[in-house]
């Protein structure tokens, strides 16, 4: 099975696990370009849940969903007039970016079947040969609480990219904290690596520590106008250097 399995976040119901494999893996070899490592093909595999939040136009509210649309619009155009050009549509991005997680971060938790077949996805993807886990955004929730509820899964180490499992938002998908006032380790994961860019609104304050223990190794990086986009955490020296020392470990 695959030593590398990356799962992504949101905005992704209009995909399939080939295209974002076809768009992660360049980047992804890119990152372990930095340090002469390199991966084949077979050896990463996608975790694909996005069909799962793919609107149906059977059970659709039009009309709120009409709303919905040119409220996003107007938003747009109007922060794009007030501030002016491209640096305010980046931030509308960023902005809308977050409000989608937050929506599928409801789903998820309020919805028991998508919750469980994203879940056994996932779950069908890891086994002994799996090294590292690369989760983006919504992913990371994902990631966390399958490697939480199932302990028997011994990966080396879990990469957190663009992650919102810091924000209050996230809490709801989480188990109980503990008597220390953190939220528990994702079970037999040996090193978790979380990475946040500069201005990405959905890691919060970008660090994971002060909920989940020292343990948790943050990085914060500059992925320029593309704040929470994946393919420049991917492409990330840091997130290359973690990968290449989860492949290169005899700790599995």
């Known amino acids: 099975m695959a030593k590398i399995v990356m799962v ?12 974002i494999k076809a768009r992660w893996l360049p ?23 996005g069909d799962l939040f793919r609107v149906d136009p059977q059970t659709l509210d039009h009309a709120a969903w009409e709303r919905s649309r040119a409220g996003t619009a ?10 002016g050009g491209l640096e305010a549509l980046e931030r509308a991005v960023n902005q809308a970016a977050w409000e989608r997680t937050v929506d599928l ?11 469980q077949e994203a879940r056994r996805r996932l779950l069908a993807l890891i086994d002994k040969d799996t ?18 509820e199932h302990p028997e899964l011994e990966i080396d180490t879990l990469v957190t990219l663009g992650s919102p499992l810091g924000t209050s938002q996230a809490t709801k998908m989480l188990p109980p904290r503990g008597d220390d006032g953190l939220w528990p380790w994702p079970g037999a994961t040996r090193r978790w690596v979380n990475i946040a ?41 840091i997130t290359g250097a973690t990968v290449a020392a989860a492949l290169s470990s005899d700790h599995c």
Do not use: M
């Not at 500069?198 to 909920?211: A, E, K, P, Q």
């Open 74 to 83: 107007e938003l747009l155009k109007d922060r794009a007039v007030e501030s």
């Open 131 to 148: 090294r590292a886990v690369v989760a983006h955004s919504l992913g990371t929730i994902l990631s966390y609480k399958v490697l939480f």
């Open 27 to 49: 980047a992804l070899r890119d990152g372990l370009w930095h340090h002469n490592v390199t991966v084949d093909a077979d050896d990463v595999a996608v975790c694909f849940y």
């Open 8 to 19: 992504h976040g949101a905005f992704n119901e209009l995909w399939g696990p080939y295209e």
């Open 105 to 115: 971060v409801t789903i998820l938790s309020s919805d028991p079947s998508v919750a």
């Open 197 to 237: 860019a500069i201005g990405d609104r959905v890691t919060g304050r970008g660090s994971l520590s002060s909920h989940f223990g020292p343990r948790v190794s943050n990085h914060q990086i500059n992925n320029g106008h593309r704040q929470h986009d994946p393919e420049p955490y991917l492409n990330a020296a």
